[in-house]
C-alpha cells in the first residue's frame, strides 16, 4: 500500500514562503510506486472543506491549480525520491489551514476532479499577521 507523509508546515508571517514535502512509501496493490500516479495537495480550514490546492501528473506534467493560488504556490515532484512538493510563496492568512497530500489515478494528470486517496495525515500551515 502506498502511504503518505506530509512535512514542512508551520507558522510564518505574512508575504513569507513554506516548502511542503510528501513523502511516498510502499506499493500499490499493481505494485506501482506513487512515481506512476498523479499527485495532489488539498488543504482544510478550520469550519470548512476540504478544498483542492494543486495538482501534478505522473510524469510532472498537466498541472493545475486553484485560482486562490495561482501566481504564488508551484507544484513539484521528484520520481526518483519519490517526493511531491509544494512550494507556497506570498503567503496570506486565508492560506491558513492543514494541508494534505493525496495520490491520484495510476498514470493521471492532476485534474482536481480526479478520484484522490492514500491521504496523509495532514501539515499544519499558520500565516500570522
Known amino acids: 500500500q502506498v502511504q503518505l507523509v506530509e512535512s514542512g508546515g508551520g507558522l510564518v508571517q505574512v508575504g513569507g514562503s513554506l516548502r511542503l514535502s510528501c513523502a511516498a512509501s510502499?506499493?500499490?496493490?499493481?505494485?506501482?510506486?506513487?512515481?506512476?500516479?498523479?499527485g495532489g495537495w488539498f488543504r482544510q480550514a478550520p469550519g470548512k472543506e476540504r478544498e483542492f490546492v494543486a495538482g501534478?501528473?505522473?510524469?510532472?506534467?498537466?498541472?493545475y491549480y486553484a485560482d486562490s493560488v495561482k501566481g504564488r504556490f508551484t507544484i513539484s515532484r521528484d520520481n526518483i525520491e519519490n517526493t511531491m512538493y509544494l512550494q507556497m510563496n506570498s503567503l496570506k492568512p486565508e492560506d491558513t489551514a492543514v494541508y494534505y497530500c493525496?495520490?491520484?489515478?495510476?498514470?493521471?494528470?492532476?485534474?482536481?476532479?480526479?478520484?484522490?486517496?492514500?491521504w496523509g495525515q495532514g501539515t499544519q500551515v499558520t500565516v500570522s499577521t
Open positions: 493525496a495520490r491520484g489515478g495510476e498514470y493521471s494528470g492532476g485534474q482536481p476532479d480526479l478520484k484522490w486517496d492514500n
Open positions: 501534478i501528473g505522473w510524469g510532472g506534467g498537466s498541472i
Open positions: 510502499g506499493r500499490s496493490s499493481t505494485g506501482r510506486t506513487f512515481s506512476s500516479y498523479g
